[in-house]
């Protein structure tokens, strides 16, 4: 019986390899391991790491936590929430990989000092939309803290949130009962930030104790410190369960309504609290506005309505433009030329000979000289000037002249006699060919890959429809922009 495999040390892994990627620098570390930036040994994508500790892979338990937050986060599928894409164990070392983030942890930007009321508004909105998302599917957080909410650093949506760390995550069963591997006895989360229930070990929490916690959340960014402040755990248990927070109006400039939100969501008993994320986001927003959480709920539900709406003006002008195209006949779609059909046609006859091809080429002068300037080519291996179309026809063989005939007619799919498509369009050209090419080469490189010709016919077909597709837009958006301004 051999010995198991023991686990590297997580802390030293810059340089090494887990399964395909390759570590590249540590980003951080935590409670349960270590995130490293890492790059695939093949394609060369970016990915964050994380590693779980060597302790943590020592516990079946915690290994099988660990892995539940690949599968909690795809079964939650959130734009705010980091995404999870893989999970596996190399030489003993069990790791996730998740989207490769750029930007600050909230508790990096608070380093700093409070934040403007407009950016934690909106920071705290997303982070509900996040837990919203995350308690529809029977899961609560149970450590939401500045550290595991990251602010990236995207161009159209700049602060961005990500929730992350749900590794710790409980799913919950019927009538909130947490699954047998998570009633343990230990309490888990962070003492500033942990609800009055969780503090003291109640092992039945619900969505309301992720309340709780995104209360204190949102009263940091705005005070720039939390209610309560303790030297050790207990003193926090004190805090949380007997001592009432300070209003947030009397530490910062905002109103009484505003507080009065944030001194619900602190309730020490959960019932007194918003009892959802979504609760909480929309008292919040209705605070700000002055109007009632109802009023605030039926004004998003008719600007969902009224961009519904929109879409659908859009839409039936789209159908009755077509419709009108179709009806008087001017509906005309590239397609691959008549003679290059014919040819193919002619080359799957049993009776197929090469001066029947050359007779078909001929029709189309256009076709017969891009042939001719090929096969002349020295990157075809061309050792003579040839001018007929059966001698053109006949150096490439069948199977090359049905390629070339094929990639010549999807290239005039992309031609067009208006310069604006033909600009648009001739980008996708170049990638539809690179594909091919790039799919060919792969082909010779693995064993029991199709023939290379046709996985290039494949790579260069794969996008073959969007000009098609973008030819009519371009000429539909030209109508649409007078009626819908």
């Given at each position: 019986?051999?010995?198991?495999?023991?686990?590297?040390?997580?802390?030293?892994?810059?340089?090494?390899?887990?399964?395909?990627?390759?570590?590249?620098?540590?980003?951080?570390?935590?409670?349960?391991?270590?995130?490293?930036?890492?790059?695939?040994?093949?394609?060369?994508?970016?990915?964050?790491?994380?590693?779980?500790?060597?302790?943590?892979?020592?516990?079946?338990?915690?290994?099988?936590?660990?892995?539940?937050?690949?599968?909690?986060?795809?079964?939650?599928?959130?734009?705010?929430?980091?995404?999870?894409?893989?999970?596996?164990?190399?030489?003993?070392?069990?790791?996730?990989?998740?989207?490769?983030?750029?930007?600050?942890?909230?508790?990096?930007?608070?380093?700093?000092?409070?934040?403007?009321?407009?950016?934690?508004?909106?920071?705290?909105?997303?982070?509900?939309?996040?837990?919203?998302?995350?308690?529809?599917?029977?899961?609560?957080?149970?450590?939401?803290?500045?550290?595991?909410?990251?602010?990236?650093?995207?161009?159209?949506?700049?602060?961005?949130?990500?929730?992350?760390?749900?590794?710790?995550?409980?799913?919950?069963?019927?009538?909130?009962?947490?699954?047998?591997?998570?009633?343990?006895?230990?309490?888990m989360g962070t003492p500033a930030y942990m609800s009055p229930e969780q503090c003291v070990g109640d092992t039945h929490l619900d969505r309301r104790s992720d309340v709780y916690s995104?209360?204190?959340?949102?009263?940091?960014?705005?005070?720039?410190?939390?209610?309560?402040?303790?030297?050790?755990?207990?003193?926090?248990?004190?805090?949380?369960?007997?001592?009432?927070?300070?209003?947030?109006?009397?530490?910062?400039?905002?109103?009484?309504?505003?507080?009065?939100?944030?001194?619900?969501?602190?309730?020490?008993?959960?019932?007194?609290?918003?009892?959802?994320?979504?609760?909480?986001?929309?008292?919040?927003?209705?605070?700000?506005?002055?109007?009632?959480?109802?009023?605030?709920?039926?004004?998003?539900?008719?600007?969902?309505?009224?961009?519904?709406?929109?879409?659908?003006?859009?839409?039936?002008?789209?159908?009755?433009?077509?419709?009108?195209?179709?009806?008087?006949?001017?509906?005309?779609?590239?397609?691959?030329?008549?003679?290059?059909?014919?040819?193919?046609?002619?080359?799957?006859?049993?009776?197929?000979?090469?001066?029947?091809?050359?007779?078909?080429?001929?029709?189309?002068?256009?076709?017969?000289?891009?042939?001719?300037?090929?096969?002349?080519?020295?990157?075809?291996?061309?050792?003579?000037?040839?001018?007929?179309?059966?001698?053109?026809?006949?150096?490439?063989?069948?199977?090359?002249?049905?390629?070339?005939?094929?990639?010549?007619?999807?290239?005039?799919?992309?031609?067009?006699?208006?310069?604006?498509?033909?600009?648009?369009?001739?980008?996708?050209?170049?990638?539809?060919?690179?594909?091919?090419?790039?799919?060919?080469?792969?082909?010779?490189?693995?064993?029991?890959?199709?023939?290379?010709?046709?996985?290039?016919?494949?790579?260069?077909?794969?996008?073959?429809?969007?000009?098609?597709?973008?030819?009519?837009?371009?000429?539909?958006?030209?109508?649409?922009?007078?009626?819908?301004?």
């Amino acid at each position: 019986m051999t010995d198991p495999v023991q686990p590297r040390d997580s802390a030293n892994l810059e340089g090494r390899h887990l399964g395909p990627w390759r570590i590249v620098a540590e980003l951080g570390a935590g409670g349960m391991g270590t995130v490293y930036y890492a790059e695939h040994g093949v394609i060369g994508r970016r990915a964050a790491i994380k590693v779980l500790s060597n302790a943590g892979s020592a516990i079946p338990d915690v290994v099988e936590r660990f892995f539940d937050e690949a599968r909690t986060v795809n079964d939650i599928r959130h734009p705010n929430i980091v995404d999870i894409t893989d999970f596996g164990v190399s030489e003993g070392q069990y790791y996730l990989v998740m989207e490769l983030l750029e930007g600050d942890t909230l508790a990096e930007r608070l380093e700093a000092g409070p934040m403007s009321f407009e950016k934690a508004r909106s920071v705290t909105g997303q982070i509900a939309l996040a837990l919203h998302a995350a308690h529809e599917r029977g899961i609560i957080h149970r450590d939401l803290k500045p550290e595991n909410v990251f602010l990236t650093n995207h161009a159209d949506y700049p602060d961005r949130v990500k929730v992350l760390d749900c590794g710790i995550a409980k799913l919950l069963g019927e009538g909130g009962e947490a699954s047998r591997k998570t009633q343990t006895g230990v309490i888990m989360g962070t003492p500033a930030y942990m609800s009055p229930e969780q503090c003291v070990g109640d092992t039945h929490l619900d969505r309301r104790s992720d309340v709780y916690s995104l209360g204190i959340v949102a009263f940091e960014m705005l005070a720039g410190r939390t209610p309560f402040a303790a030297e050790n755990f207990g003193r926090y248990v004190l805090a949380h369960v007997h001592e009432e927070p300070p209003r947030i109006d009397s530490l910062v400039d905002v109103s009484a309504d505003v507080a009065d939100v944030l001194a619900k969501a602190l309730a020490k008993k959960p019932e007194d609290r918003h009892q959802t994320a979504e609760e909480l986001r929309l008292a919040l927003d209705a605070a700000i506005q002055g109007r009632s959480t109802v009023e605030v709920r039926r004004t998003e539900r008719e600007e969902r309505n009224e961009e519904e709406a929109r879409t659908q003006r859009v839409g039936d002008k789209l159908e009755e433009i077509i419709q009108q195209r179709i009806v008087e006949g001017r509906l005309t779609l590239p397609s691959m030329p008549m003679v290059a059909q014919n040819c193919l046609r002619l080359l799957d006859r049993e009776d197929f000979t090469f001066p029947m091809i050359a007779k078909e080429l001929e029709r189309d002068p256009l076709l017969a000289s891009q042939l001719l300037r090929i096969v002349n080519s020295p990157i075809y291996g061309g050792r003579g000037r040839i001018e007929s179309m059966c001698q053109a026809a006949s150096r490439r063989g069948m199977k090359p002249l049905r390629m070339l005939l094929t990639q010549m007619s999807v290239r005039a799919v992309f031609q067009s006699k208006e310069p604006r498509i033909e600009q648009s369009f001739r980008a996708i050209w170049e990638h539809c060919l690179a594909v091919g090419i790039i799919s060919r080469e792969l082909a010779g490189a693995l064993e029991g890959a199709p023939p290379k010709d046709a996985v290039y016919l494949a790579g260069l077909l794969h996008d073959v429809g969007k000009p098609v597709v973008g030819a009519m837009l371009l000429e539909v958006e030209r109508q649409l922009m007078p009626d819908l301004g």
